[in-house]
């Protein structure tokens, strides 16, 4: 399966690049950069990054003739060479458990970022256990349960309701006795009440480290790619609240908004451990900076 936005549904640059394809050169003027500039704004990637890829673009090639193709090849290697620094998966650590905070709005995608996450670990022989946070959503906390019945891992859960730093707590006893890998921790995504979901978040972090003061040694923010440059709020408002460490995007499959992955690496700089390509367990790849610029170029 393709890490990428699908590709039956070209990038919007390519969409409209193609209309030209037919003209094989033409000369590279203000127009042709503006109207590039204008794709790239519309594919979410924000008016300064698009105007700095543009400007690289047109460095040693304004007043000459271009071919398509070279205009796209010029694109992609730009997009490319923002990407490839954010492009890291998950570290692991030999520290036991590696406790990994997942945190993110409701509906982006976490509970199955975390099944899909738990997934691969486990595949990859990692012991790993999942404590279910979002204790006040019970529908969430039975996808979790689904997920951890088809990985193989076990998913702690607490009466709905109760207090998630005392699940976290329990989880982190039960990692360690059980000498897992991996610990991760699932968290309410109620962005409503910002302070309340502040202090919840504040509160596992303090009953974790009483069990190991490194703790959390991830915290992964979890973004819908298909909310464009909402994402970008997400991240700013998220980075108040706890101490992200790193990004997944969810819903690259079929999405023309992914320009809005390039955004958040030219502003924030934050890793993008993987992409959710999917609603299945087996939907979640490495992110790949080439192929990636590829798509979003068409
Ligand atoms: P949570 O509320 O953040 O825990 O979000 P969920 O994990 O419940 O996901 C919300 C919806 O998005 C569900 O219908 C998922 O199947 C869907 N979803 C999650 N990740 C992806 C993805 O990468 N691609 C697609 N197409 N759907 C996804």
Do not use: C
């Amino acid at each position: 399966k393709s890490a990428q936005p699908d590709p039956a549904k070209p990038g919007l640059i390519g969409r409209i690049l193609r209309r030209a394809e037919d003209e094989p050169r033409r000369v590279l003027d203000d127009e042709m950069l503006e109207s590039l500039e204008e794709l790239l704004i519309q594919s979410d990637m924000g008016v300064e990054t698009a105007m700095r890829v543009t400007a690289n673009l047109a460095q040693g090639r304004m007043g000459r003739r271009v071919s398509v193709r070279e205009i796209k090849q010029a694109l992609a290697d730009e997009i490319a060479r923002i990407m490839e620094p954010v492009a890291r998966p998950l570290p692991l650590y030999p520290t036991r458990p590696q406790v990994v905070l997942v945190v993110g709005v409701n509906g982006s995608g976490k509970t199955t970022t975390i099944g899909k996450l738990a997934s691969q670990l486990s595949a990859a022989g990692k012991k790993v256990v999942i404590a279910a946070g979002d204790t006040f959503r019970a529908a969430a906390v039975e996808q979790l349960q689904v997920w951890g019945d088809r990985a193989g891992v076990p998913v702690l859960t607490a009466p709905e309701g109760s207090d998630p730093a005392s699940l976290a707590f329990d989880a982190m006893t039960r990692a360690q006795a059980d000498g897992a890998d991996l610990l991760m921790i699932d968290t309410a995504g109620r962005l409503q009440n910002r302070q309340d979901l502040m202090e919840e978040l504040a509160k596992i972090v303090r009953v974790i480290r009483k069990k190991d003061p490194e703790a959390p040694h991830n915290t992964i923010l979890v973004l819908d790619a298909t909310t464009g440059q909402n994402a970008i709020t997400q991240v700013e408002i998220f980075r108040k609240i706890a101490d992200v460490s790193g990004l997944v995007m969810t819903k690259l499959d079929g999405t023309a908004k992914g320009g809005v992955l390039v955004a958040l690496a030219d502003r924030f700089g934050l890793p993008i451990h993987a992409i959710g390509v999917g609603e299945k367990i087996d939907d979640l790849a490495p992110f790949d900076p080439q192929e990636f610029a590829r798509a979003l170029v068409g």
